[in-house]
């Protein structure tokens, strides 16, 4: 052999490089597994071993997949109804329910998500040369960091499909950067822009975006596929709520969106004028997708001494999914709707600015490795104050809602009416009416004339009520006390309001024969309440905390 000449790479070398390469590439979603559940710990510890999401929408799902596993759609046998923001979620969630464990099901599959979009987001960054072909660690690095300034943790806990969300719309980004380097899309990718709708209607935007940039780019059967992916079965879809008798969208996509504020197609430009204006009061989102795709575009145009600059087709992507939220969607409420153009705009910034931080080099790089982590995470302040918020945030679904489920089932043992459908409706053999909308499309029409003052709700509510015979409601009172009724007890968050609608929930004895029955259950009910959750009662002293 020649003396300068490199021995041949052995076979036992090669796989204990790749054994080396797949342990540090799990190592970002070991370290997000363990940081979410280290926050299970906290919630469990707080609840008493109760698991609590932290929104009462997760229980909307839950309650709507026990329907589906008996083969109705709907949250009451009774009635079809829509109140689920996702099509394809309450199916993953229906197998399981007729299992004790159904009410994990929703943090394990958003765990695995979690794990899934980590190993993605490295690809990603590896596809796009990020720090070199053997800079493995960093690229993890880099994923854990995007991941946790964005409130991918956090979002596990929501118990709904926002986490399933992010992790296709990451992988629609990671298909476009194939590519944009290699000039051929994946196999995968029209089958995650199908699929990402299907999760959530928010995702047409990152869908149909991807078809634009793939038919602009000569790729036409593989957007043509994806465009008939994605629309089709959410088509078909509304075809079937139609022929239930109902509309095309289902009701929480109507009550939470500007198409259920519209009276016609003529409204809709102004109302995404105002949507895409107003949340900048609310939030700090929109400035952050806007900051990122700014920062993207003038570091486009901007010499870096480097081949690996971000292509203007992923640029072009970033705007038009941030664009088509700020028009139509949402911000706030536990920070998860705009969790998945949120990880979107971040990443495209940060390949955007690889080429001028040389995290190529190994000590420079480092640091420049550190000054980025460190602006990424001030930037996204606040949604990783919404992750370490979470554990609160389950906790007040625990003291209100799970306490509302508790007397329904176990003390009233009744039908009830109420405006939190989703805990009260799970696990109950007894009838819910939903004074919000979302499980009634009566109801819905009727919130929605009273939005715009063509009646109230002192009008409708009560004969509603009287219709059904309902003897308890139990309700937040955002404009006061309801005069129309009798108040019997409010039920107080014994801490600090996250996710709740309001701190306290109002119990009114709607039918006067049943008062007496009503306050001694609530009697009852107030010997059994947790920590510092109290039960005030009209004309008497709330009970001590812990009492």
């Given at each position: 052999?020649?003396?300068?000449?490199?021995?041949?790479?052995?076979?036992?070398?090669?796989?204990?490089?790749?054994?080396?390469?797949?342990?540090?590439?799990?190592?970002?979603?070991?370290?997000?597994?363990?940081?979410?559940?280290?926050?299970?710990?906290?919630?469990?510890?707080?609840?008493?071993?109760?698991?609590?999401?932290?929104?009462?929408?997760?229980?909307?799902?839950?309650?709507?997949?026990?329907?589906?596993?008996?083969?109705?759609?709907?949250?009451?046998?009774?009635?079809?109804?829509?109140?689920?923001?996702?099509?394809?979620?309450?199916?993953?969630?229906?197998?399981?329910?007729?299992?004790?464990?159904?009410?994990?099901?929703?943090?394990?599959?958003?765990?695995?998500?979690?794990?899934?979009?980590?190993v993605v987001l490295s690809r990603l960054l590896a596809e796009a040369e990020i720090g070199g072909g053997d800079a493995v660690g960093l690229r993890a690095a880099m994923s854990v960091v995007i991941i946790a300034a964005v409130?991918?943790?956090?979002?596990?806990?929501?118990?709904?499909?926002?986490?399933?969300?992010?992790?296709?719309?990451?992988?629609?980004?990671?298909?476009?950067?194939?590519?944009?380097?290699?000039?051929?899309?994946?196999?995968?990718?029209?089958?995650?822009?199908?699929?990402?709708?299907?999760?959530?209607?928010?995702?047409?935007?990152?869908?149909?975006?991807?078809?634009?940039?793939?038919?602009?780019?000569?790729?036409?059967?593989?957007?043509?596929?994806?465009?008939?992916?994605?629309?089709?079965?959410?088509?078909?879809?509304?075809?079937?709520?139609?022929?239930?008798?109902?509309?095309?969208?289902?009701?929480?996509?109507?009550?939470?969106?500007?198409?259920?504020?519209?009276?016609?197609?003529?409204?809709?430009?102004?109302?995404?004028?105002?949507?895409?204006?107003?949340?900048?009061?609310?939030?700090?989102?929109?400035?952050?997708?806007?900051?990122?795709?700014?920062?993207?575009?003038?570091?486009?145009?901007?010499?870096?001494?480097?081949?690996?600059?971000?292509?203007?087709?992923?640029?072009?992507?970033?705007?038009?999914?941030?664009?088509?939220?700020?028009?139509?969607?949402?911000?706030?409420?536990?920070?998860?709707?705009?969790?998945?153009?949120?990880?979107?705009?971040?990443?495209?910034?940060?390949?955007?600015?690889?080429?001028?931080?040389?995290?190529?080099?190994?000590?420079?790089?480092?640091?420049?490795?550190?000054?980025?982590?460190?602006?990424?995470?001030?930037?996204?302040?606040?949604?990783?104050?919404?992750?370490?918020?979470?554990?609160?945030?389950?906790?007040?679904?625990?003291?209100?809602?799970?306490?509302?489920?508790?007397?329904?089932?176990?003390?009233?043992?009744?039908?009830?009416?109420?405006?939190?459908?989703?805990?009260?409706?799970?696990?109950?053999?007894?009838?819910v009416l939903d004074l919000t909308g979302l499980a009634s499309e009566a109801v819905r029409r009727k919130q929605v004339a009273t939005a715009r003052g063509a009646t109230t709700r002192r009008q409708w509510v009560p004969e509603?009520?009287?219709?059904?015979?309902?003897?308890?409601?139990?309700?937040?009172?955002?404009?006061?006390?309801?005069?129309?009724?009798?108040?019997?007890?409010?039920?107080?968050?014994?801490?600090?309001?996250?996710?709740?609608?309001l701190s306290s929930v109002s119990f009114y004895a709607t039918d006067p024969a049943r008062r007496r029955s009503l306050d001694a259950k609530l009697d009852a009910f107030e010997q059994t309440l947790p920590g510092e959750v109290?039960?005030?009662?009209?004309?008497?002293?709330?009970?001590?905390?812990?009492?």
């Open positions: 052999m020649h003396p300068t000449a490199k021995p041949p790479t052995s076979t036992a070398a090669k796989s204990s490089n790749r054994l080396e390469t797949v342990s540090r590439e799990l190592a970002a979603p070991a370290i997000l597994l363990a940081a979410a559940a280290a926050i299970l710990s906290a919630v469990l510890s707080q609840n008493g071993g109760v698991l609590a999401y932290a929104l009462d929408d997760a229980y909307i799902h839950l309650a709507l997949s026990e329907q589906i596993a008996q083969g109705h759609y709907g949250l009451a046998a009774a009635a079809p109804s829509s109140p689920a923001s996702s099509i394809l979620y309450p199916f993953l969630l229906a197998p399981f329910a007729a299992f004790p464990f159904h009410a994990w099901a929703p943090l394990v599959i958003n765990a695995l998500a979690l794990a899934a979009t980590a409130h991918g943790v956090g979002l596990v806990f929501s118990g709904m499909e926002h986490s399933l969300q992010m992790l296709l719309a990451v992988a629609v980004l990671y298909g476009l950067v194939i590519e944009a380097r290699r000039g051929v899309p994946p196999s995968f990718l029209w089958v995650v822009i199908a699929v990402g709708p299907l999760v959530r209607y928010e995702a047409l935007a990152p869908s149909l975006a991807a078809v634009a940039v793939l038919a602009l780019r000569g790729h036409v059967r593989v957007a043509i596929q994806g465009a008939v992916g994605a629309l089709a079965p959410v088509v078909a879809f509304s075809g079937f709520l139609v022929s239930e008798g109902l509309p095309a969208l289902p009701s929480s996509v109507l009550h939470k969106s500007l198409l259920g504020r519209a009276e016609g197609p003529a409204d809709w430009p102004g109302l995404m004028i105002d949507n895409a204006t107003s949340w900048g009061s609310v939030s700090s989102g929109p400035m952050v997708l806007l900051g990122c795709m700014t920062l993207a575009s003038l570091l486009l145009v901007m010499p870096s001494g480097s081949e690996r600059r971000s292509p203007l087709s992923l640029v072009a992507f970033g705007w038009a999914c941030v664009l088509a939220h700020l028009a139509v969607g949402s911000f706030g409420w536990f920070q998860r709707y705009e969790a998945y153009v949120l990880v979107l705009a971040v990443t495209i910034a940060s390949l955007a600015v690889a080429p001028f931080l040389k995290l190529e080099r190994r000590v420079s790089g480092r640091w420049a490795l550190v000054a980025w982590s460190v602006a990424v995470l001030a930037l996204c302040h606040d949604y990783v104050g919404e992750t370490l918020r979470a554990p609160s945030a389950c906790h007040n679904i625990y003291e209100q809602q799970y306490q509302m489920h508790r007397f329904a089932v176990d003390f009233w043992k009744d039908d009830v009416a109420v405006n939190d459908i989703g805990w009260v409706s799970y696990r109950n053999p007894f009838g509603l009520i009287d219709d059904t015979g309902i003897g308890l409601a139990m309700v937040a009172d955002p404009a006061g006390p309801r005069d129309y009724w009798d108040l019997r007890a409010r039920l107080e968050l014994g801490g600090p309001r996250v996710t709740s609608f109290r039960l005030v009662r009209p004309a008497r002293e709330p009970r001590r905390p812990g009492g």
